[in-house]
């Protein structure tokens, strides 16, 4: 079975400029995770998406938002791009086994912004 | 913000050696798993431990808990060059479907062949 993907892989923008990333969960996966991971730091939680419903948002600026698909995939949208997004974006899916389980996590998206 | 710290930050050792990494963290958690990262890729789950648990193992990993302390460590026996990676540990708040992960600031294995 296919894993968690990202795409693109690796884009450079501009200041201000506006970017999208993609993500597919693992098929059956209905929880969708996005993170930031800045260089040399730890992944830090932005959005989760579970059925299409936004269950939680990390500490972002309105900046950032996300939407979940009826198929279960997601975009993390981020507007007005800062030199401080400049990260490793990585999407991660999950299911439902009757308790908190690990997240499956894709390759990321490693965005640039000069 | 990040939940803790990973300690150390790095560790090289020769392969064969055993490695173990520490976790503080800062909150009550319903578990806490560790993940590994290679190269600025993506992370892959290695184990995961509930707060109600104080030790679990899988292969060469060896996992313990301490809730009153806070603390975690994660033991790797017997390494291999291909145990070189970054390591974090991520603390779990919620129930399915608003399982935020929390993580700490990682520590960077490198093992020397």
């Known amino acids: 079975d296919a894993g968690v993907t990202q795409s693109p892989t690796h884009l450079i923008k501009t200041r201000g400029q506006h970017v999208t990333l993609r993500c597919s969960p693992i098929?059956?996966?209905?929880?969708v995770s996005w993170y930031q991971q800045v260089l040399g730091q730890g992944p830090q939680f932005i959005f989760q998406?579970?059925?299409?419903?936004?269950?939680g948002r990390g500490n972002f600026p309105d900046r950032f938002s996300a939407r979940q698909f009826p198929n279960y995939s997601s975009e993390l949208n981020v507007n007005a791009l800062l030199l401080g997004d400049s990260a490793l974006y990585l999407c991660?899916?999950?299911?439902?086994?009757?308790?908190?389980?690990?997240?499956?996590f894709g390759e990321g998206s490693r965005l640039t912004v000069l | 913000s990040q939940q803790g710290e990973e300690d150390p930050q790095a560790l090289s050792i020769q392969e064969g050696e055993n490695a173990t990494m520490n976790c503080s963290y800062k909150?009550?958690?319903?578990?806490l798993q560790w993940y590994r990262q290679n190269s600025g890729r993506g992370l892959v789950h290695l184990i995961l431990?509930?707060?109600?648990?104080r030790e679990k193992h899988s292969g060469r990993l060896r996992v313990t808990l301490d809730t009153s302390k806070k603390s975690s460590s994660l033991l790797i026996t017997a390494s291999r060059a291909a145990d070189t990676a970054s390591y974090f540990c991520?603390?779990?708040?919620?129930?399915?479907?608003?399982?935020?992960?929390?993580f700490g600031t990682g520590t960077r294995l490198t093992i020397i062949p």
């Open positions: 991660a899916s999950s299911w439902d086994r009757g308790g908190t389980g690990e997240l499956f």
């Open positions: 098929s059956g996966h209905k929880s």
């Open positions: 998406y579970y059925e299409k419903e936004e269950r």
């Open positions: 909150t009550s958690i319903n578990n």
């Open positions: 431990i509930r707060s109600n648990e």
């Open positions: 991520a603390t779990v708040l919620g129930r399915f479907g608003n399982e935020k992960l929390t």
